[in-house]
């Protein structure tokens, strides 16, 4: 049973515009949430993260935001540039346990 | 620069050979881990260790056996009893604390032929 899932498996946007990734997930104890970024042939790297306690964390271009009713977190990039082209895994864990990750998006930049 | 290393980046082996993949930080950080991706399938989790000298099983920890003897070190070995041992391997790290977020290495592909 996927606990954290993500059900776009690729996004293409303009350079420029705006990239929102989704990310649900199904239980309810989670409490922390994490987004990564990973390029082909590379470990992830951290690239924003919020708890439960708050419903938007902001870091430059990049903006995470949690509804936790509806059981959903999303990313945005503003403004989405070429660099920004990679795989982005949403991951969930609840308090003092393990971290769940989804299957990933491709997020495509282009000019 | 403090980092996780992981070694070798391509590994070849011949089906029902065991197979060891190194992981080393310096980043002074108590937890390790071990992932593995398969397309389509995100980062599953293999084993993780919070402490040296202890580890517990991930997700799917069948065919994969570890050790923790110093910090800093938390190898991976893949046995022949694994049944689809071909995939890209990361290991990572974090402080132990509640909300530390984790740290990966650039991961080894294996394949096993």
């Known amino acids: 049973d996927q606990q954290v899932k993500q059900n776009s498996p690729s996004l293409s946007v303009q350079e420029g515009r705006i990239s929102i990734l989704n990310c649900d997930y199904t239980?309810?104890?989670?409490?922390?949430f994490l987004w990564y970024k990973k390029y082909p042939a590379e470990g992830p790297t951290f690239l924003i993260s919020?708890?439960?306690?708050?419903d938007k964390n902001e870091d430059g271009r990049f903006t995470v935001f949690l509804n936790k009713s509806a059981k959903h977190l999303s990313l945005h990039i503003v403004p989405s540039q070429p660099g920004d082209s990679a795989v982005y895994f949403c991951a969930a864990s609840a308090r003092t346990d393990k971290l769940i990750f989804g299957t990933g998006t491709r997020l495509q930049v282009f000019p | 620069d403090g980092g996780i290393t992981q070694s070798p980046k391509y590994l070849f082996r011949k089906e029902g050979q065991n197979v060891t993949l190194s992981c080393e930080q310096n980043?002074?950080?108590?937890?390790m881990y071990w992932y593995r991706q398969d397309p389509g399938q995100g980062l599953r989790l293999i084993y993780y260790s919070q402490i040296v000298n202890d580890f517990q099983k991930g997700d799917i920890a069948e065919g994969y056996s570890v050790s923790r003897e110093k910090k800093e070190s938390f190898p991976l070995t893949v046995t022949s009893a694994q049944k689809n041992p071909t995939a890209f391997y990361l290991c990572?790290?974090?402080?132990?604390?509640?909300?530390?977020?984790?740290?990966f290495g650039n991961g080894t592909r294996l394949t096993v032929t």
């Open positions: 919020i708890s439960s306690i708050k």
């Open positions: 990572a790290s974090s402080f132990s604390s509640y909300n530390s977020p984790l740290h």
């Open positions: 239980n309810s104890m989670f409490d922390y």
């Open positions: 980043l002074n950080h108590d937890a």
